[in-house]
């Protein structure tokens, strides 16, 4: 079967079942289960499904995933890209992260400041610091978010406004080599546009999935001056963007 009539009937089957797993593709095709995993990632890739663990699920561009299920996916690039961006924080800094679940895993790693003042609009990471000896957390106000239990809406964009970070950390759904970096809902977009004009160093936290995906809604242009922390370094043609644009890139490096 070639990889066109694979995907046709990979996306066939995502249709009729709404959720698809590796190993009954690569039973149905007659294929190797790498090769099915070789054909989800391409199709992600271009927007047409949402891999997670063990398989994949419809892709819906105006409506992102429950953070747990995002949490179990990439949890490797995760870390990776967490641990770059704890390279970047200082005893007695201020800092904002906001919600997802690379925000996440970045928030795990932080656990062992001695001297932070941090400032979420996520649950999900007050509950995790609220326990850590030197973090001290403040929560915005705001409406919960159902599927990620992220605080969102006026109160949390106006209590933001109140602050200038040190260092704002914050994640993305997508970047575009058209249309630049994308998010899937307006509220969260529309917070992190604030967050960047209230800190005096912005940073995505990117996995290398991120790149060539697309989103609904454009939050950045690729020239707007930031840092990436990513877990790899960026491909072309973003890199070339990046590079001209004097957007400083920090990735991990291979056995570092």
């Known amino acids: 079967m070639s990889e066109r009539a694979r995907h046709a009937a990979i996306l066939a089957a995502l249709g009729r079942e709404g959720r698809v797993g590796v190993a009954a593709l690569a039973d149905a095709l007659g294929v190797s289960a790498e090769t099915v995993r070789r054909d989800l990632v391409a199709l992600d890739a271009t927007g047409r499904l949402r891999r997670v663990h063990g398989g994949a699920v419809e892709f819906r561009p105006d409506e992102e995933q429950p953070l747990m299920v995002r949490s179990r996916i990439r949890p490797r690039e995760k870390a ?22 690379t925000p996440l895993a970045f928030a795990r ?6 001297d932070l003042a941090l400032v979420t609009n996520s649950l999900d990471i007050a509950h995790l610091l609220a326990a850590a000896p030197g973090v001290r957390v403040k929560i915005t106000p705001g409406w919960v978010r159902p599927n990620d239990y992220a605080l969102v809406g006026g109160d949390t964009v106006a209590f933001v406004r109140r602050f200038v970070f040190d260092i704002a950390f914050m994640g993305i759904a997508a970047c575009d080599a058209q249309y630049g970096w994308m998010d899937y809902a307006d509220e969260e ?10 800190t005096r160093r912005a940073v995505l936290l990117v996995d290398d999935s991120k790149f060539g995906r697309h989103a609904s809604i454009r939050t950045f242009d690729l020239t707007t001056p930031l840092t990436v922390a990513t877990n790899r ?4 043609p973003f890199a070339e963007v990046f590079e001209r644009a004097g957007v400083e890139v920090r990735h991990r490096l291979r056995g570092g």
């Not at 790693?109 to 001695?114: G, K, N, T, V």
């Not at 977009?189 to 209230?198: G, N």
């Not at 370094?233 to 072309?236: D, G, I, K, R, Y």
Request: hydrophobic share 50%; charged share 25%.
């Open 80 to 101: 990776q890209v967490a641990a770059v961006a704890r390279g970047l924080v200082r005893d007695g800094m201020s800092i904002f992260v906001d919600t997802g679940s």
């Open 189 to 198: 977009s529309e917070l992190r546009r604030t967050v960047i004009e209230q």
């Open 109 to 114: 790693a932080l656990a062992d400041a001695r």
């Open 233 to 236: 370094p960026v491909a072309a």
